[in-house]
């Protein structure tokens, strides 16, 4: 990794260490041989086989999530997906910690965060910061190749499918169908109603169409249609 730790630094510190204690950035003399060692973050990557470079960048699993590395910060860039998820939802951080299998989608900057037990597949997209989750429903996948300018996936029957020849997110006039959960809210809150319809109408407004469905509990545990 050669991204500028500071301002001049350009390539200072071309190779990042994963260790028990923590990461730590090694730095090289004019013979190209490295002559130090100078720690990073106190974070642990609790999967090695997380850690996957992008694009001046470089992402791994820890306790707290998926983490990033750019320059000289060390940082999580999950922390809007934790706490209690609803019974049979496989957690993001579960997926990290088992499998911890990582696609690298090149050309429309994403990351294929798959899990191998599953088949629930979060994606995150690096520019926008956001998270999206799906169920893959054929065989599940054991296995990622980075093959630039693609990335190839590989299930347990030995297909293998490639990241570019789906369809490109930028270019892409077909319809899906998804969900949108939200996170349990209160609703003595004005606000929560507000947030709703506002939802709704950003749908409506751009030609598709939106149904809500409320569920009620009074001990987040046992819920009802409302």
């Known amino acids: 990794m050669t991204t500028a730790l500071s301002q001049g630094q350009f390539g200072q510190y071309p190779m990042i260490v ?8 090694m730095q090289t003399n004019a013979e190209g041989l490295y002559t130090s ?7 642990v990557c609790n999967n090695p086989h997380s850690i996957t470079q992008t694009d001046g960048a470089v992402f791994f699993s820890s306790e707290k999530g998926l983490m990033v590395v750019v320059g000289s910060e060390v940082k999580c860039v999950s922390e809007q997906l934790n706490g ?3 019974e049979g939802t496989t957690s993001l951080q579960d997926i990290l910690k088992r499998s911890g299998l990582i696609a690298y989608d090149y050309r ?5 965060i798959l899990d191998d037990a599953s088949g ?3 994606i995150y997209n690096i520019k926008a910061g956001t998270f999206a989750r799906f169920l893959w429903q054929g065989e599940l996948i054991n296995n990622v190749v980075n093959h630039y300018p693609d990335t190839l996936l590989q299930d347990e029957a030995g ?3 490639s990241l570019l020849e789906k369809p490109n997110i930028n270019s ?3 319809t899906y169908t998804a969900t949108i959960e939200t996170r349990p809210m209160k609703l003595e809150n004005a606000f929560a109603f507000k947030s709703l319809r506002q939802l709704k109408n950003v749908f409506d407004s751009d030609g598709g169409s939106c149904t809500l469905a409320i569920q009620a509990s009074n001990d987040m545990k046992n819920w009802t249609d409302v």
């Open 18 to 25: 994963f260790t028990n204690d923590g990461i730590w950035a």
């Open 37 to 43: 060692i100078v720690p990073m973050s106190r974070e």
């Open 84 to 86: 209690k998820y609803n």
């Open 108 to 112: 429309d900057s994403l990351l294929w």
């Open 120 to 122: 629930t597949i979060y």
């Open 159 to 161: 297909n293998v499918y």
């Open 172 to 174: 892409d006039e077909s």
